[in-house]
């Protein structure tokens, strides 16, 4: 009888799959009719459903019983306290878009369960390629993602004056005539760093080896992996269009995407995150674009990372062994001071003055 009954619930999924393109699909061709399209584009297009079916099938579902279930009273209190560290194995509530608007708040030293449970409710998982796009620049904001797994990034175009965030008419995924961090750093022998002009550049080796400067592909400056969330500015400013491109950089990247309509729900069933919310992002944007105009070289999302991490480890290894150095220079101490803590100038004032002065560094 086990065996019969898990054949029936097995034949009843597969037929409700069926049954889901099958209505799918009839919207297609109305929608083909209506727009005259192609075969190949119809076919295409039923391709990509046939492909994301069982994930478009599973987000589709009435979510009201859901938050009904959450908000009512079918469970005690100490119950619902519980479930945050359940939902998504812990993810949601580990993740960045709370605990970084969460030190901002009153409460700062957990989130409100009935929160973490209403987010996990309205979130969709969604999977994407790699080299896939998720928005691109002047895109309408419906969505916010937060990454459970892989590595997603802002791309732009490199220049020698600094980054363009990427039109979608040149999205292509980065070549391989851009050299490896690996590669540079053998050119300058055990010790990289001794050469003279990094000081004067953001990708000196790059610039001493002779690479090319890509003006027709987009690369990544800003990355967003596992814990870490984007696209979440636009729902906060409302109105406002994507003012950047993301693209998945590594296979199997998986998001759970959060919609425009519920992200402005919660905000309104928890007022004291929308503040910390909208300066959160306004904060992390200035961080983007600072880090786009820094953007003269093409790079891979791992040679990037590589670069970064010695330039950050080279700025700390200075610090340490030469503190006279830096005593003795008030605008050097102050420069690498704001190089390791990611600041913004003292002379640049903006809307995150107030991240600033409950000590917060988000980036």
Not at 214 to 242: C, H, I, M, Q, W
Request: aromatic fraction near 10%; hydrophobic fraction near 35%; charge should be neutral.
């Amino acid at each position: 009888s086990i065996v019969i009954s898990e054949v029936i619930s097995v034949v009843t999924s597969t037929d409700k799959l069926h049954e889901f393109k099958d209505n799918k699909f009839k919207v297609v061709d109305a929608f083909a009719t209506h727009a005259q399209l192609s075969d190949s584009v119809v076919e295409h297009m039923k391709a990509e459903i046939t492909y994301r079916a069982q994930h478009l099938m599973e987000n589709s579902q009435d979510k009201s019983d859901m938050i009904e279930l959450i908000t009512g009273k079918f469970f005690p209190r100490w119950f619902v306290e519980t479930l945050p560290d359940a939902l998504f194995h812990g993810r949601v509530k580990s993740n960045h878009f709370l605990t970084f608007a969460q030190d901002l708040t009153p409460s700062r030293d957990f989130a409100p369960p009935a929160l973490v449970c209403l987010l996990a409710v309205h979130l969709d998982q969604c999977e994407y390629e790699t080299g896939e796009v998720v928005f691109q620049k002047l895109d309408s904001a419906q969505h916010m993602y937060l990454v459970l797994r892989g590595s997603f990034a802002n791309v732009a175009i490199p220049s020698p004056t600094g980054g363009t965030d990427a039109p979608a008419s040149v999205l292509k995924a980065g070549g391989n005539n851009v050299m490896p961090v690996t590669t540079l750093q053998s050119m300058e022998g055990s010790d990289p760093w001794n050469s003279t002009d990094y000081k004067n550049t953001d990708y000196p080796l790059l610039a001493e080896a002779g690479c090319p400067r890509e003006t027709d592909r987009v690369y990544p400056y800003r990355s967003y992996s596992s814990n870490n969330f984007f696209g979440d500015l636009e729902l906060a400013e409302k109105s406002r269009p994507r003012s950047s491109t993301v693209r998945c950089e590594t296979p199997a990247g998986l998001c759970l995407v959060l919609s425009k309509d519920a992200f402005t729900s919660i905000c309104q069933q928890f007022p004291q995150y929308a503040s910390p919310w909208l300066l959160i992002g306004r904060r992390r944007d200035w961080f983007r674009r600072r880090q786009c105009k820094q953007l003269r070289h093409g790079l891979s999302l791992e040679s990037l990372s590589a670069v970064r991490i010695q330039r950050h480890w080279r700025a700390a290894r200075i610090w340490i062994q030469e503190p006279h150095r830096a005593q003795n220079s008030h605008s050097e101490k102050q420069r690498k001071s704001e190089w390791l803590s990611m600041r913004p100038p003292a002379k640049e004032k903006g809307v995150d003055q107030a991240c600033m002065a409950n000590g917060s560094t988000v980036q």
